[in-house]
Each structure stands twice: as structure tokens, then as C-alpha cells.
């Protein structure tokens, strides 16, 4: 059993590497691997949008970013009282990317989580809230009113 450790890796270091080792007996090996160096994923943040509150009704759109991504990453919508599930992938830029999602539910759904997963290969992160925290808020900050 053999084993390989590098440290203090950045993405600059990807690429194909060989490998050359020796046993005691003289016999020697030699083992050629593809390396690719992953950023860990950023901790993205759920940010409040269009927002309309009725006396039944919370109509909001949310926009996930994750500030400082820089390779394929997957973004995917769940909320915790709904059977559906909204995903989408895509490679960021240097610039931050949004993935928005519009919501439309009934404020007596109001402990409805919504999440926000975004991870790659090698990591995950995860930011929730909830229905009732995002319409809440825009009641007690309405345009125009002190």
C-alpha cells in the first residue's frame, strides 16, 4: 500500500502527473494520474427582489449569488413544504452570477424554507430562509413610509 500527499495545491496546478516510486526489493513502479484542483465553493446568499405581499399572498423573487465562484457550478432551488425542486447549473465568470427563482405562496405557508445549494465536485454550501422571514421583512420596510 502506497499513498501520495501534496500540499498547498491552487488551481494552477491541474494537470497530468507521473508518479515514480520504489520498493525496498528494487522493484519499481510508475503511476500517471490526472490532478484537477477544485476552489471551495463560496457561501452563497439569498437576496430578496421584486417583492408583492397581499393579505393572502407572498409573490417574491429571490436571486442566489455566490460571490467569487470561478468554475462550473451547480445552483439548485429546494424548498422544504413543496414537492418541486428548481435547479440550474452553469460556469461562472469573474463577474457574480444570479440565479433568481419567483415564488408565489400563501402566507399561512410561512415557515416554507426555501434553500439555496450551491456546490461543485468537491463542495457544498447551503443558505436558507424562509417565506415568512422574507415577506415579514418587506411589511415593516415599505417604499416611501417612516
Same mark, same amino acid.
Given at each position: 500500500?502506497? +499513498? /501520495?500527499? #501534496?500540499?498547498?495545491?491552487?488551481?494552477?496546478?491541474?494537470?497530468?502527473?507521473? =508518479?515514480?516510486?520504489? %520498493?525496498?526489493?528494487?522493484?519499481? %513502479?510508475?503511476?500517471?494520474?490526472? /490532478? *484537477?484542483?477544485?476552489?471551495?465553493?463560496?457561501?452563497?446568499? #439569498? $437576496?430578496? &427582489? +421584486? /417583492?408583492?405581499?397581499?393579505?393572502?399572498?407572498?409573490?417574491?423573487? $429571490?436571486?442566489?449569488?455566490?460571490?467569487?465562484?470561478?468554475?462550473?457550478?451547480?445552483? *439548485?432551488?429546494?424548498?422544504?413544504?413543496? !414537492?418541486? &425542486?428548481?435547479?440550474?447549473?452553469?460556469?461562472?465568470?469573474?463577474? !457574480? +452570477? #444570479?440565479?433568481?427563482? =419567483?415564488?408565489? /405562496?400563501?402566507?399561512?405557508?410561512?415557515?416554507?424554507?426555501?434553500?439555496?445549494?450551491?456546490?461543485?465536485?468537491?463542495?457544498? &454550501? +447551503?443558505?436558507?430562509?424562509? $417565506?415568512?422571514?422574507?415577506?415579514?421583512?418587506?411589511?415593516?420596510?415599505? !417604499?416611501?413610509?417612516?
Amino acid at each position: 500500500m502506497t +499513498s /501520495l500527499l #501534496i500540499v498547498n495545491l491552487t488551481c494552477e496546478d491541474s494537470g497530468q502527473y507521473r =508518479a515514480r516510486g520504489s %520498493f525496498t526489493d528494487g522493484r519499481g %513502479f510508475t503511476q500517471v494520474f490526472q /490532478l *484537477t484542483v477544485y476552489e471551495p465553493v463560496p457561501l452563497p446568499q #439569498i $437576496l430578496p &427582489k +421584486s /417583492l408583492s405581499v397581499t393579505a393572502d399572498w407572498c409573490n417574491v423573487t $429571490l436571486e442566489c449569488t455566490a460571490v467569487g465562484a470561478s468554475e462550473d457550478l451547480n445552483v *439548485t432551488w429546494w424548498h422544504s413544504d413543496l !414537492p418541486r &425542486k428548481w435547479q440550474q447549473a452553469g460556469t461562472l465568470g469573474p463577474v !457574480p +452570477s #444570479i440565479w433568481p427563482l =419567483a415564488v408565489r /405562496l400563501p402566507l399561512d405557508q410561512a415557515n416554507t424554507s426555501l434553500t439555496c445549494n450551491a456546490s461543485n465536485q468537491v463542495d457544498l &454550501k +447551503s443558505a436558507t430562509t424562509t $417565506l415568512g422571514d422574507v415577506c415579514a421583512h418587506r411589511e415593516y420596510n415599505v !417604499p416611501g413610509e417612516r
